[in-house]
């Protein structure tokens, strides 16, 4: 074979070698995980998942990771997110509140219990340390989910159908708290009249006068046009809220180390772009609405909101050592 035949033969064949290389980078596989939400496409949830496709992608390139995103309690609420992640069917990806889950794995309701954290910056210090580490491993054992990322960090206040602008407007209040038990003993203890009722029967319960409020953070307030029931906003800031991001175990088996560590990489990174988010949205959401003469808001005093930590807090050390959560308590007060 002549010098050129060979030099065109080995031309062919790096192009040859190059196109099948292409060819496999082409036919990279695709896997689908299906994201749940109550909320539309711009609440903060669902820009944590857009953010969490967008970074899994770009810290691995073993395959493609795409969401499929069912919105607007399209799948139900999160209660229902969290039966379907455990049978590993239906939603494999869902920011689920840790009331919902307490049922099912009892240690978890301390990640969001109220006046847990000294303010926002201690609650993301918390966040970054191990303080968690062991509930998280319960949570994948005992419900097989597993906490990829931490977003929330809005402030839970009160929201009723009538003024309620201090300790003594807020006695006997008929409002709907979260599910987990230590809700119900904090408002007990300040005063309130609480309730556990499923979050998407909140309005009408308002409207037909079964309960007069609840307590929930500006965002959510907004979405779920609660307004439109309860128009009066009492700024006490009782809790500032830890949502996790979850992905079913079910599915993060599948992934192979390296996209597993990617998994994880981006749901911490996506969780803290949905804090941002959610900040940021809390104020222009509930300004749109007071610029609109739909709600009134009422700040509590520094006073009253002393007088509520005051009541509260019998009751919130009782339910830690019920729930021997004493050392993550300490742990998490401890955090500097």
Do not use: C
Not at 238 to 248: E, K, N, Y
Request: hydrophobic fraction near 45%.
């Amino acid at each position: 074979m002549s010098f050129l035949s060979k030099k065109r033969a080995l031309v062919l064949g790096v192009a040859a070698l190059l196109s099948a290389f292409s060819s496999i980078a082409a036919e990279k596989k695709t896997v689908t995980l299906s994201a749940a939400s109550m909320f539309d496409k711009d609440h903060p949830f669902t820009q944590t998942y857009i953010k969490f496709e967008e970074l899994v992608n770009k810290y691995q390139d073993e395959v493609k990771v795409e969401l499929k995103y069912s919105l607007n309690k399209a799948l139900g609420i999160e209660s229902d997110y969290l039966r379907f992640m455990s049978q590993g069917e239906s939603v494999d990806l869902a920011i689920i509140s840790p009331s919902h889950i307490a049922q099912r794995a009892p240690r978890i309701a301390i990640v969001d219990m109220p006046l847990l954290f000294k303010d926002l910056a201690h609650r993301n210090r918390v966040l970054d340390s191990a303080v968690f580490k062991d509930i998280e491993a319960d949570l994948i054992k005992v419900a097989n989910i597993r906490p990829i990322g931490y977003a929330g960090g809005a402030s839970r206040s009160i929201i009723s159908n009538k003024p309620v602008r201090n300790m003594d407007e807020l006695k006997g209040l008929r409002l709907r708290v979260q599910g987990a038990k230590i809700w119900s003993k904090v408002f007990t203890a300040v005063g309130a009249a609480p309730s556990v009722i499923a979050y998407d029967e909140v309005y009408s319960a308002i409207q037909t006068g079964v309960i007069q409020g609840l307590e929930n953070e500006k965002v959510g307030y907004a979405q779920m046009r609660f307004y439109e029931v309860a128009p009066y906003y009492t700024v006490n800031e009782h809790a500032i809220t830890v949502r996790p991001l979850f992905m079913s175990e079910k599915a993060y088996k599948k992934f192979s180390p390296k996209v597993q560590a990617a998994i994880l990489k981006a749901g911490a990174e996506a969780g803290k772009f949905g804090t941002e988010v959610e900040l940021a949205l809390a104020d222009k959401e509930i300004n749109a609405l007071v610029d609109k003469k739909l709600v009134t808001v009422h700040p509590f005093s520094d006073a009253d909101k002393a007088k509520f930590r005051e009541l509260a807090t019998p009751s919130l050390l009782e339910y830690v050592k019920e729930a021997k959560l004493e050392d993550v308590y300490a742990k998490i007060q401890a955090v500097k």
